[in-house]
């Protein structure tokens, strides 16, 4: 005799789409941890799209150089006047600069330390973005090949722009300081300020990024940089943005800054992926 | 039905998804190419299509994109199957049934993206992700739906032709 259930389709259509959906959210709850270590699948998805990728961005770097001249032309007068400026004050600001390094030199080697060694930089081409609004990241057109591992800092001339969040052998994925989950995963991105008081970044979806401290009263002031502390996975000194205002939770009392990030994450073209962070970088710098 | 074509038209649209959709973002929002086709496939071809075209759609975009693998599956599946299950309530030829759908869509499939955020524990600013990322996102879906429905629906009698046969009328 057939089981009733054999008989009922609606039943076996329910069982189906229950049995899915436990399926759908084990694989979501086993891949919701941060993962640096992306499955053959995604790396074999990703090699193949790779081609497709250089060769949008190619085409796409035409079209937008074209445009960016006609736009950069028309600006072009004021930002001569602006810019002449600008080298006047920064000559007076290089002659400043110089007596400071001395002075620092001297301060240096009066306590003697050593000289902050260079970072290891990888120059690399963003070639594409995340097709997701609901992440901030970008991809690169370094992999494993080139000794990009995960968790490596990158930078571009402004600032810190983020970290590798995943390898596959030809590209990374690199998760941009305005993601929600750059600051997760312990100190994932331990901050400072000048004054030397130390904290975290927090970054809440919608690109809000936030530092938290350790301490319950900071001296903070608007327009203050903000730089890596070196506590964590990121060397020190990176400047990660600035002091945009206060904030505090309204459920935990906590308080935090508003931090404008440094970087203009619009206009992401050349980074630079920091290899192989040294133990000085971690932390030795940090006040 | 003709699932080869439909299966090609789903990996176009993974591709334009995977390696254009960056380029088309205005104020950082990217279009849901993917989206936008399963509600489509589901208004015009049933839930079945829908479901397994959002399902498939779902996953790819989960393996090139960073974050738990899943969340797609669920969102594109869930509209694929809803609108499919409109698809004998509603006249396919009606001008408000592709941005409706395609609003709907959007708005649906980013709300239960945010749930698996919040399921996860990833800190969502409700106020600050309705007005930065959910709205605009629904809109341009919309406008992007009412483009690619219309395309589709031009080929629906190739795409799900009549099992009785066709009536060719001749001119003399």
């Known amino acids: ?287 | 039905m003709r699932y080869w074509t439909l299966s090609g038209i789903l990996l176009l649209a993974f591709l334009l998804q995977s390696v254009v959709s960056s380029y088309l973002a205005i104020g950082g929002i990217t279009p849901d190419f993917l989206l936008v086709v399963v509600v489509t496939y589901g208004l015009l071809f049933g839930w079945e299509v829908g479901l397994v075209g959002g399902v498939i759609g779902g996953l790819l975009i989960d393996l090139i994109t960073p974050g738990f693998i899943g969340r797609h599956v669920l969102s594109y599946g869930v509209v694929g199957l809803v609108s499919g299950m409109m698809e004998g309530r509603v006249f396919k030829d009606n001008l408000l049934l592709a941005p409706v759908g395609g609003l709907v869509g959007s708005v649906a499939s980013q709300m239960i993206i945010v749930f698996c955020f919040w399921l996860y524990g990833r800190e969502v600013d409700p106020i600050g992700s309705l007005r930065q990322t959910l709205l605009p996102a629904a809109l341009y879906d919309m406008a992007l739906t009412i483009l690619v429905y219309n395309r589709i629906y031009k080929y629906y009698l190739y795409l799900k032709p009549d099992p009785r046969g066709t009536i060719v009328i001749r001119r003399h």
């Open chain 1, 1 to 287: 005799m057939p089981s009733p259930m054999r008989n009922n389709k609606h039943l076996r259509r329910l069982m189906a789409a229950l049995i899915a959906l436990i399926l759908i959210f084990a694989i979501m709850t086993a891949t919701s941890r941060d993962r640096a270590d992306v499955t053959i699948v995604e790396k074999a998805i990703a090699t193949v799209l790779y081609p497709f990728q250089l060769a949008t961005n190619y085409v796409a770097g035409h079209f937008r150089g074209v445009g960016t001249t006609v736009r950069e032309l028309t600006q072009l007068r004021a930002d001569n006047a602006s810019l002449r400026e600008r080298v006047q004050a920064a000559e007076q600001l290089e002659a400043r600069s110089q007596q400071l390094v001395q002075e620092n030199q001297t301060l240096r080697n009066e306590l003697n330390m050593k000289e902050r060694n260079e970072h290891t930089l990888l120059t690399s081409q963003v070639i594409s973005r995340t097709s997701d609004n609901w992440y901030r990241s970008v991809l690169i057109n370094h992999g494993s090949r080139d000794g990009v591992q995960p968790n490596m800092a990158v930078v571009n001339w402004q600032g810190l722009v983020g970290k590798i969040s995943s390898v596959t052998p030809y590209t990374s994925t690199v998760q941009l300081v305005i993601d929600a989950g750059f600051g997760q995963g312990g100190f994932g991105a331990g901050a400072k300020l000048p004054l030397g008081d130390l904290g975290i970044i927090d970054t809440v979806q919608g690109g809000h990024v936030r530092m938290k401290f350790f301490i319950s009263e900071p001296t903070v002031q608007v327009g203050q940089p903000i730089f890596t502390s070196g506590q964590g996975e990121m060397p020190a000194d990176l400047l990660i943005g600035y002091v945009a205002g206060m904030g505090s939770s309204e459920a935990s009392q906590e308080k935090f800054v508003n931090v404008r990030p440094a970087v203009d994450f619009n206009k992401l073209d050349v980074v630079h992926v920091v290899l192989q962070p040294t133990d000085k970088d971690r932390g030795a710098n940090a006040p």
